[in-house]
């Protein structure tokens, strides 16, 4: 079993919708989640950092955490043609960044 | 506020060369960690630097060592470089004095080894 699971897409979603992403951990040390997006040929670049169960919320972006259940989401509102990128999830059991594979999300115009 | 940078951007080598790469943190950082990424997989976690030691390191073999100066900034070193280290080189910095453990990419130096 990996570390850190995604699927790894592509999710397509028009511009305007909602896009969900999702990520799964199999490490219970962990205590920090992090979102990353990457673009084509770029270096990640972090959106949203969550260390608490429940929602937490910047801007277009939810992070959502369930440590119960060893989840981590992101929500995407009224997607935008620029967020057609990777999205990275990270957790960080001992100061190492563990990486899922990324999830390719396509939007739309 | 300066963010992190690395250089050089793009190397090419052959196989059984060297490479030196370099990372500076951002600003107020005190902790390096590098990663290799390989085409459509996440980043690999290869060390991590904080008060010029090793802190901790991923599956890489010996041929993969570094160094944090004193001003923060570190150097990964490749030795013996085989076809299958050809990989984007990233480097975070975080700051670890206040526990906030964040980490920081730089734009990243794209290795292809011939």
């Known amino acids: 079993q990996k570390e850190v699971e995604q699927n790894s897409g592509p999710l397509s979603v028009p511009e305007g919708a909602i896009a969900s992403l999702n990520c799964t951990y199999s490490d219970r040390v962990s205590q920090s989640f992090f979102w990353y997006r990457q673009y084509s040929g770029k270096s990640p670049e972090l959106i949203m950092s969550i260390y608490s169960n429940g929602d937490k919320e910047d801007g277009r972006f939810t992070a959502q955490l369930n440590k119960a259940s060893q989840y981590v989401s992101l929500l995407i509102r009224d997607s935008q043609p620029s967020d057609s990128a990777t999205y990275l999830c990270?957790?960080?059991?001992?100061?190492?960044?563990?990486f899922g594979t990324g999830t390719r999300l396509l939007v739309s115009p | 506020d300066a963010g992190v940078t690395q250089s050089p951007t793009h190397l090419i080598k052959t196989r059984g060369q060297q490479v030196t790469l370099r990372c500076s943190p951002k600003?107020?950082?005190?902790?390096v960690s590098w990663y290799q990424q390989a085409l459509g997989q996440g980043p690999q976690f290869i060390f991590q630097y904080y008060e010029e030691e090793e802190r901790q390191r991923g599956n890489f073999p010996d041929r993969f060592s570094g160094h944090q100066f004193p001003n923060y900034s570190s150097e990964l070193n490749v030795n013996a470089l085989l076809l299958g280290d050809s990989a984007l080189y990233l480097c975070?910095?975080?700051?670890?004095?206040?526990?906030?453990?964040?980490?920081?990419f730089g734009p990243g130096t794209r290795l292809l080894v011939l």
């Open positions: 990270a957790v960080l059991p001992l100061q190492k960044l563990v």
């Open positions: 600003s107020g950082h005190d902790t």
């Open positions: 975070a910095s975080s700051l670890a004095r206040t526990g906030e453990e964040t980490q920081y």
